[in-house]
């Protein structure tokens, strides 16, 4: 309604200087044109202020206006003016009426409604490019969120390094009353318009400064994908209400957000398990590993020992967990080791194992494949056979989907140890034993994660072995508590698999993570297709088979079979003497041999590791 006013302001203006104009030849202006002109100005402003409204000169944020936008002025202007002189014309012809004003004044007065409005709306634009001359250009962005941190970061966006240039907000609950400014700027209705005006306004950025679910926030970063735009978040909303704008906003990490929503789980069961029990977590200075220990920590009367062969993971774990007010025993030891293995156990008495020690890098296993041979499934027998020995209640595999139908040598190793685990239940005498499969973690050392947010801190590329590659996800947190959960649930045998929602594309979660860095694909960090590696597969699949709900809706059980323990046996044997002769092609071949061919059901078992395996 301002923009109006002003508008017809400058229309009566400019008509004025149009009539004035017009006479300016040293003969003077009859005074006989003053009366008919006022008596037409008020239709003349009339047309012009409909002719800006036809043609959307109204409801933009100029400063960023662009060709576009001049158009429409300069076409509302000329429309007017036509409309003007063709409805003088008519009058004089078809009514023989006295025309009010000349036809000349109409087009002077238009040219100069043309000026005049331009310099109103673009004048912001001006001073804004001068601005960006002297001083670089500020980032221009647009705030998600309406509430009192949205307006403080607007405050303070002058003075943040780079400068922040604030568009406008979007406030996330649509229906509000309209028009809205806040802090001098428009705010629009709903997170699906962001795409549109992002395009429109040409933003370089959406910063989140509101607290939104999880819903709302993968519906923001994939509507952010599909625009060039960088996305970033403010976390710590305290912070920046007391002033501190510039610390307080970082980018977003993939870890705040899945695809898809959270795994919730109650814990009880799993209290009722662990509370009061002696625990013991191989491999716990892996990504899993610590996080299991972690977990663990948390129920009462406790006694928690992290197992690992590495030192540094094991000094870096125990940093961590003494950071939570807890602190479980360590043991540098390696499961490969059987004496000192034993030693460890009969010193601690573990009332339950989780065992997560293993090589997972598949690259890396299918150069050296007796390494995988040694540890994944020779060191799962003798942690097997220690826990048989000394009668713990309850043992924990973690696996892995690269067990189903294995591509790699590392997922037939986890197979074999899956089966090693299936064939100690079927002649266990009062421990139970079970098997869990997940995907990949979230941030788990080494994974693809960690590898891409490298890359995108190196300014890339970032590299993808195929654009059709999919994996499952699950954050570190919740993969673990569903495996306690697991070993909860757990009577014997089972090989649990995790629900890990839909499969993500590769090439889809590194876009993401460059969105989420706050940087955009293909513009700031390019994408480079590699080639897949030997052992990987296209897709990961969580089983082969059906699988069978157990009691908790996001655990199910796969049906599988194993060989009967001689052949186990026999078996193990061989792979042990292939891996101690170090003819790569051989142990590989053996080991995927025994996953592919092993899974005819077990008939009754009789004997146990310890009676049957004689390895060093």
């Known amino acids: 309604m301002s923009f109006a006013l002003v508008d017809a302001f400058i229309i009566s203006m400019a008509y004025v200087a149009g009539l004035v104009a017009r006479f300016m030849d040293g003969l003077g202006m009859s005074a006989d044109w003053w009366p008919s002109f006022w008596r037409i100005l008020p239709v003349i402003v009339l047309v012009h202020l409909i002719a800006n409204v036809t043609f959307g000169t109204y409801g933009h944020v100029w400063e960023y206006a662009s060709v576009a936008e001049a158009l429409r002025v300069a076409m509302a202007s ?103 400014r806040l802090v001098g700027r428009p705010v629009w209705d709903g997170v699906d318009r962001v795409p549109d005006l992002v395009q429109t306004y040409r933003a370089d950025q959406v910063i989140v400064a509101a607290t939104t679910g999880e819903s709302t926030l ?4 994939d509507a952010c994908l ?41 814990l009880s069961p799993v209290a009722a398990m662990l509370s009061g029990r002696r625990i013991l977590v191989t491999g716990a200075g892996g990504s899993i590993g610590s996080e299991i220990v972690r977990q663990c920590l948390e129920f009462d009367d406790v006694e928690v020992t992290a ?12 940093a961590m967990w ?90 037939a190793s986890k197979r074999v140890a899956e089966m090693l685990t299936q064939s100690a239940a079927a002649r266990a005498n009062g421990t139970i034993f079970t098997a869990v499969r997940f995907g990949n973690v979230l941030g788990s050392r080494g994974s693809v994660v960690p590898t891409f947010m490298a890359q995108i801190q190196a300014g890339g590329p970032v590299t993808v072995t195929d654009p059709r590659m999919t994996r499952y996800f699950m954050t570190v947190p ?33 876009s993401r993570l460059i969105r989420l860095s706050g940087l955009v694909p293909g513009r700031d960090i390019q994408i480079d297709i590699t080639g897949m590696r030997p052992g990987e597969k296209l897709e ?51 080991v995927h041999d025994l996953a592919r061919n092993g899974n005819a059901r077990v008939v009754e078992s009789t004997g146990s590791l310890r009676d049957a395996v004689t390895w060093n």
């Open 78 to 180: 000329a429309a007017a003016g036509i409309v003007i002189v063709v409805s003088l014309v008519i009058s004089r012809d078809a009514f023989q009426a006295a025309q009010p004003i000349p036809i000349s004044v109409v087009i002077l007065g238009a040219m100069f409604t043309l000026i005049g409005m331009g310099a109103i709306r673009f004048r912001t634009r001006v001073f804004s490019f001068q601005r960006m001359t002297q001083y670089g250009a500020p980032v221009r962005a647009l705030i998600v969120g309406t509430g009192r941190p949205a307006a403080v970061l607007a405050r303070q966006a002058p003075n943040l390094d780079p400068a922040v240039d604030v568009i406008g907000f979007v406030d996330i609950d649509a229906g509000g009353p309209h028009p809205r």
């Open 218 to 221: 993968r519906d923001l970063v």
């Open 226 to 266: 599909r625009v060039d735009v960088a996305l970033r978040i403010v976390p710590n909303l305290n912070a920046l209400l007391k002033g501190n704008a510039a610390d307080s906003i970082r980018n977003i990490e993939l870890s705040d957000l899945l695809p898809r929503a959270t795994v919730q789980t109650d």
């Open 307 to 318: 197992l690992d062969n590495d030192e540094t993971h094991l000094h870096d774990g125990l």
């Open 322 to 411: 003494r950071a939570t007010g807890f602190e479980p025993s360590s043991v540098l030891c390696d499961v490969r080791d059987q004496l000192r293995l034993e030693q460890v156990f009969e010193q601690v008495r573990p009332e339950v194992v989780f065992h997560a020690a293993a090589h997972k890098h598949v690259p890396i296993l299918e150069q050296w494949p007796a390494e995988a041979v040694k540890t994944n499934v020779l060191g799962t027998a003798k942690v097997l056979r220690a826990v048989e020995k000394f009668g713990v209640e309850r043992f924990v595999l973690i696996s892995t989907d690269k067990a189903v139908d294995p591509s790699s040598v590392m997922g």
């Open 478 to 510: 919740e993969a673990v508590q569903l495996v306690l959960q697991s070993g909860a649930l757990a009577s014997g045998g089972e090989v649990f698999v995790l629900d890990m929602g839909e499969p993500v594309r590769i090439m889809d979660l590194a």
């Open 540 to 590: 990961e699949v969580l089983s082969d088979g059906p699988l069978a709900p157990s009691s908790h809706p996001k655990i199910n059980k796969a049906s599988i079979g194993y060989p009967d323990e001689a052949k186990l046996l026999d078996e193990l044997d061989r792979l042990r003497d292939l891996a101690d002769s170090g003819h790569r092609e051989e142990v590989a071949a053996a």
